[in-house]
């Protein structure tokens, strides 16, 4: 059964920092892409980064570039995101989702991220 | 970035019921739209990608269209089971774009 299982959301200040882990089971993890989806009741569902089977290909949305670092460890079957300069906009619930190459097949339940003061 | 413009928001249906949700993109994104079916709680489930492909296990009351950049997911004979929030995703181009959901609900 495929399994992804993040963890390490928290409550935050704004500009502190987080990693979030993931961590996949059922599957050849090396074969996928991943991904992170976060999710507010008010923007809904926002695609944040995605990375390639070996890490060498990395993408992100506009508004988290030069703050959030996706990496992979294959051999640990494992998907981070660390998170930098965390703003209040940046409160949600982040999802690891495997991607498919047609869309994002597995989900995990998500980790929470609450930035306020 | 592509826009993704989803409607209804809200659709009160019954039992029995076909219902057709909509998603428009703000360009050509070829098949490359997906569905997504999200329960309380829960997360999103793959429904349907390349716009009408259907995601193994899904029942074929399920159904996916596409008239240039415009796209349909329909619905017949809704089931107690269907009652959720759907969402469809351009998935043609980074960064990948949700549209604002549609909560299917019991009339």
């Known amino acids: 059964e495929v399994q992804l299982v993040e963890s390490g959301g928290d409550l935050v200040q704004p500009g502190g920092s987080l990693r979030l882990s993931c961590a996949a089971s059922g599957f050849t993890f090396g074969n996928y892409w991943m991904n992170w989806v976060r999710q507010t009741p008010s923007k809904g569902l926002e695609w944040v980064a995605n990375?390639?089977?070996?890490?060498?290909?990395?993408y992100y949305v506009d508004s988290v570039k030069g703050r959030f670092s996706i990496s992979r460890d294959n051999d640990k079957n494992s998907l981070y995101l660390h998170l930098n300069n965390l703003r209040a906009e940046d409160t949600a619930l982040y999802y690891c989702?495997?991607?498919?190459?047609?869309?994002?097949?597995?989900w995990g339940q998500g980790t929470l991220v609450t930035v306020s003061p | 970035d592509i826009q993704v413009t989803q409607s209804p928001s809200s659709l009160p249906a019954s039992v029995g019921d076909r219902v057709t949700i909509t998603c428009q993109a703000s360009e050509d994104i070829n098949k490359y739209l997906n569905w997504y079916q999200q329960k309380p709680g829960k997360a999103p489930k793959l429904l349907i990608y390349?716009?009408?492909k259907l995601e193994t296990g899904v029942p074929s009351r399920f159904s996916g269209s596409r008239s240039g950049t415009y796209f349909w997911l329909t619905i017949t004979t809704l089931q107690p089971d269907d009652f959720a929030t759907y969402y469809c995703?351009?998935?043609?181009?980074?960064?990948?774009?949700f549209g604002r959901g549609t909560k299917l609900e019991i009339k």
């Open positions: 990375i390639n089977h070996n890490g060498s290909g990395r």
């Open positions: 390349d716009t009408s």
């Open positions: 995703q351009q998935y043609d181009n980074i960064p990948y774009t």
């Open positions: 989702t495997r991607g498919a190459g047609y869309g994002d097949d597995a």
